[in-house]
Structure formats: structure tokens, C-alpha cells
């Protein structure tokens, strides 16, 4: 043992009678030359046994030793290279080591979690991003098409609708003259699909189609021709007809006591539209 250990790779024992090698904890000695020492690979009582560290994952053996495989969220820790530990991934960059919309990031031991703004809430699938809650309940039901912004949000609004002031509804455009909807509807409301319109006095909505309009009300049988006026109408008369009080239907010409009508008409008698006689005795019409 004297020179050169006795050969031995890695210790070299010696008595009054014989010498001998060994190996360091983790080798066994080669039966080839019993000076050499090869890694044991004893996995009944390394990886498969009680002999590594509770913080590793997953054991691997390795020639004199063993090493670990870690789980997601975690690294190995690279002065032992036999346990795993937690990465603080909110140490990182925002959109590459935690969600780019986690507003402030929580580290968790083997992952993380996020705290949101105000008007968000954590998103229960991942427990990794903040985003709104539900139409009608964390954002407008007439928010469209929801965008988030920066401890609020915005919408983007369909075709026929615009950003309502408050930023965060769509109402419909109101553009003078019928662009965005019919000239005729005096008070465009928003429906889904289409809209309504609200109408003046003297006027009804038609509901012939989704998109609708005011039309004026329904006028008389007594009138001849109807002429439109603003919220209502008057008529036109028939020759033989005037108008009836109100002027919204035409009633016979009252010709009785006038001189409309023939000298030679001894009792003139009103019909619609024109009139007849009554002749004295010894006369005939």
C-alpha cells in the first residue's frame, strides 16, 4: 500500500499477512482486477429505497450516486443536485415566467397565483390571469365585444352601434338623416337583432320589418284624399263635399237654405255628395 496505494483506484487496507483494496461509499469493487472501483448501481436501496432525499421528485441513479428529475414549478437545486426546489417565478418577466395579464404575481411553492385589479377576478381554470366576470354581471350586458384595459375596460361595438360616453356600453348611432337608421323613426331604440322606434303623437310604429319606422295614424273612410301633415292629416274633398268639423273626413255639400242649388227645386233635400227635391203638389221631379 506504500507505492502508489497498491494499485488500488481508491483506498488500499493492509494487515501483517495481506493487502487489499476498497472502494468509497456508492462503488463496489471490480471482480476483474479487485483493484478497480465501478458505480453501484443498487437501486433497491438508493432510488427504490429510503436513502434519498424527500425532496426529490423523482430518483435517478447515477455512478457513485444519485440525482433527481423535478415537477413543473420546480429546479434542482444545483449545490446538492440531489433535491428540488421551488422557483419563485415571480422573480421573472411579466409574459414569460407568469401570465402577462396576472396583475401582481403570488408566488405559491411549486407554482404561483395572481391578486387583480379591481373589476377583475381571478380566472378559477388556471389561477394564473385575472380577466372580467360575466356580461351583465362584472361588465355591461351591452358591451359587445369586451377589451381590458388597465383596471377597467372598454368595448368594441358591433356594426349600426357606437362607444356609448361612459365607455363601457354600445348604443345605437345616432346619425341625422338615416344613415344608421330609417329618416322616419323619431326615437331610435336598440334591440338585438334591429331596433324600434318610439313615435310622435299621431303617429304608430310599423312593425313590417325588423327595422322600423313611424307612419301616420290611420285616417277616416270618410276621407276622399289624405293629406299627410306633421303628426296628422286633413282631407282633400270630392266636388258635391266639404269638410266635417275637425277636418278629417268630407261630408254632402249642406245645400238646403243656400242657393247651390236648381231655382226650380221648390224643397231641396241634402244626399251625400249632392242633393234632391221635394216638389209641391201638381209637380213632379
Known amino acids: 500500500c ?10 488500499c487496507i493492509e494487515d501483517t499477512r495481506d493487502e487489499w483494496c476498497l472502494c468509497d461509499d456508492g462503488f463496489d469493487i471490480s471482480h476483474d482486477d479487485w483493484k478497480q472501483c465501478i458505480g453501484k448501481l443498487n437501486f433497491q436501496s438508493v432510488c427504490y429505497g429510503k436513502d434519498y432525499h424527500e425532496d426529490c421528485h423523482t430518483c435517478m441513479n447515477t455512478i457513485g450516486g444519485y440525482t433527481c428529475k423535478c415537477r413543473g414549478g420546480y429546479e434542482l437545486d444545483k449545490s446538492t443536485n440531489q433535491t428540488c426546489i421551488d422557483i419563485n417565478e415571480c422573480r421573472g ?49 351591452d358591451c359587445h365585444n369586451c377589451i381590458n384595459t388597465k383596471g377597467s375596460y372598454t368595448c368594441d361595438c358591433d356594426e349600426g352601434y357606437e362607444l356609448h360616453p361612459d365607455g363601457i356600453s354600445c348604443i345605437g348611432q345616432s346619425t341625422v338623416g338615416g344613415v344608421h337608421y330609417n329618416e322616419d323613426c323619431h326615437e331610435c331604440i336598440n334591440e338585438d337583432p334591429g331596433y324600434r322606434c318610439i313615435c310622435d303623437a299621431g303617429y304608430k310604429e310599423d312593425n313590417a ?22 303628426g296628422s292629416y286633413r282631407c282633400d274633398c270630392d266636388e258635391g263635399y266639404e269638410f266635417q268639423s275637425g277636418g278629417k273626413s268630407c261630408i254632402g255639400q249642406s245645400t238646403v237654405g243656400g242657393e247651390d242649388y236648381a231655382e226650380d227645386c221648390h224643397t231641396c233635400v241634402n244626399t251625400i255628395g249632392s242633393y234632391t227635391c221635394g216638389c209641391d203638389d201638381g209637380y213632379e221631379l
Request: glycine share 12%; with cysteine; aromatic share 8%.
Open 93 to 141: 418577466n411579466r409574459g414569460e415566467d407568469f401570465d402577462q395579464d396576472c396583475h401582481e404575481c403570488v408566488n405559491t411553492i411549486g407554482s404561483y397565483t395572481c391578486k387583480c385589479d379591481e373589476y377583475y377576478e381571478l380566472d378559477t381554470a388556471t389561477n394564473k390571469t385575472c380577466c372580467l366576470g360575466k356580461k351583465g354581471v362584472s361588465y355591461n350586458v
Open 2 to 11: 506504500e507505492v502508489e496505494y497498491g494499485g488500488c483506484q481508491h483506498r
Open 209 to 230: 320589418a325588423t327595422e322600423g319606422n313611424c307612419i301616420g295614424v290611420n285616417y277616416s273612410v270618410g276621407c276622399h284624399n289624405c293629406i299627410n301633415t306633421n
